[in-house]
């Protein structure tokens, strides 16, 4: 067993003072600068009680002033404040702060909603030195968590488990990841707000933007424009409209989502109903993607071209790590010939490519639960575009990293574009069983990779570069105060 002036000589490895944390607090420095210093931020209201639990933990091992709530405290205001703070001590020659900034590391806790809201606000501040981000897996999927080793299943909260993860967090790999743009143009709603928070029901991470390039056919009176961005996953379809009945059945009775086993038991008893696992054998297959959109995508900068998508494709997935709902991976692992005869290239997680992969019909699902499993592989691109006309169908389903929504689709001679495009980088943290990878990682196979892949910001218009300016975060990811965050994943 560890003693106390043993566990607290570790926990300083950690400990950030007050000075750096709380404005016009005393300086007062500890004896040693801190080789791993954190600042954690706890969904208190994601896993249950778990949240809450590993709260109490978190402020009992480390300085108080260093764990935040976010049902209380929203990022971007501390990061920005820290980091003012941080700025204005080394302009004074504050060696201690320097150090700080150089080597601050950030944990998350919360489900995949909750480690983008973080990614997103570190992407928007423009920090002058991004720390990096390791993720606690405190909701239902958890592939943030998954893809880079930190596991899917809900940690413990007591102080030893805490210690190990803190000891994991300073032993981790910084790992670049690409930031994923996207913005959607659609009529605005007849009635009522055109804001994202209301009657459309769109996910929190997708903001209005009000003023539309002038060099877009839909920048015209009558259309709004919402972005955001994503770090895992967009799709469209059956699982999106799965993923969707989960989380209104949680918002109507969220007293029956308090563990995380029982949440996975209803998430797949849904997909049961939904018809996403078996529905095919009862009913016909949903309306397939190719009825409702036409889809392009950009493989070389500034050259847009049509993707074919087979008509029996009912779901799609635009991917960027290899965890899809709680752990499987659509696109597998292609032979070396595949990869020759397509043009495709490894599936990196910072090569500036997503991922696009189909599903036939519910029972295509299933393949991911075999060895080797994977969807249809339909292409890789750095930008994909998915244009809506009146068709099929009156709506569709769409999820960005595990937020889903309903999208109406025209009734009228309208459109409603959703456009998906590489923008930056992100620095998570890794651990050994990291299941990504990365096209600089000397283990990982380069065979086949392009560096004309890159995607660049050449050729966008002024315009564009404006609307991707600010990626998502410090405008687009602040939450309203009465944002209730038990609703994020």
């Known amino acids: 067993m560890m003693g106390d002036s043993m566990l607290n000589h570790i926990l300083s490895e950690y400990y950030i003072p007050n000075y750096i944390l709380v404005p016009e607090s005393e300086a007062k420095k500890p004896p040693c600068v801190p080789s791993c210093p954190v600042l954690v931020f706890i ?3 994601s896993g249950g009680q778990l949240g809450g639990n590993l709260l109490s933990t978190y402020r009992s091992v480390l300085n108080t002033n260093q764990v935040f709530d976010l049902g209380e405290t929203k990022p971007d205001k501390v990061l ?23 080597s601050l590391r950030i944990i998350v806790a919360g ?27 405190l909701g239902t999927g958890n592939n943030l968590p998954f893809s880079f080793g930190w596991g899917k299943k809900n940690p413990g909260t007591d102080r030893q488990s805490v210690f190990s993860f803190l000891e994991q967090v300073k032993n981790a790999t910084e790992m670049k990841i690409d930031s994923w743009h996207i913005i959607m143009q659609m009529r605005a709603p007849k009635e009522g707000s055109c804001d994202p928070i209301g009657p459309l029901e769109l996910p929190h991470s997708l903001h209005a933007f009000h003023r539309i390039s002038q060099t877009d056919k839909l920048g015209m009176d009558g259309y709004h424009s919402f972005r955001g961005g994503f770090w895992n996953y967009f799709s469209m379809g059956m699982d999106a409209q799965v993923s969707y009945a989960f989380h209104s059945e949680r918002k109507l009775h969220p007293e029956k989502f308090r563990n995380q086993l029982i949440n996975q038991g209803t998430y797949i008893k849904l997909g049961c109903t939904q018809g996403w696992m078996f529905g095919s054998l009862f009913r016909p297959s949903p309306t397939n993607i190719a009825q409702i959109a036409k889809v392009k995508v950009m493989r070389k900068q500034g050259q847009w071209e049509d993707l074919k998508i087979p008509r029996s494709i009912g779901s799609i997935v635009c991917l960027n790590l290899p965890s899809f709902s709680g752990g499987f ?9 595949k990869f020759l005869d397509r043009g495709l290239t490894p599936p990196f997680v910072d090569d500036g490519l997503i991922e696009i992969v189909g599903f036939r019909n519910v029972l295509h699902g299933l393949v991911l639960l075999a ?8 292409a890789q691109a750095n930008a994909v575009r998915f244009e809506f ?24 001679d309208e459109t409603v574009v959703v456009e998906i495009s590489h923008f ?14 990365s096209m600089h990682d000397p283990s990982s196979p380069t065979a086949c990779y392009n560096e004309d892949n890159n995607s660049s910001d050449e050729g966008d218009s002024p315009d564009d570069l404006e609307e991707k300016r ?7 990811f602040k939450f309203p105060d009465e944002f209730d965050i038990s609703y994020l994943s």
């Open 43 to 45: 969904n208190s209201k």
């Open 80 to 102: 920005h404040q820290i980091y003012a703070t941080l700025g204005s001590l080394k302009q004074r020659g504050d060696g201690f702060a320097s150090a700080i900034e150089s």
């Open 111 to 137: 489900g995949d909603g909750t480690a983008g809201w973080l990614l997103g606000v570190i992407s928007d501040l423009k920090l002058p030195h991004p720390p990096p981000v390791a993720t606690v897996p």
């Open 329 to 337: 991976n659509p696109w597998g692992t292609p032979y070396r010939k």
């Open 371 to 378: 060895p080797n499993g994977h969807g249809t592989r339909l």
């Open 389 to 412: 006309k009146k068709g099929a169908a009156n709506h569709t389903f769409m999820r960005i990293d595990g937020e889903p929504w309903k999208q109406p689709l025209p009734a009228d």
């Open 424 to 437: 930056g980088q992100v620095c998570m943290l890794a651990t050994p069983l990291c299941r990504s990878r």
């Open 470 to 476: 600010k990626f998502g975060a410090a405008d687009s």
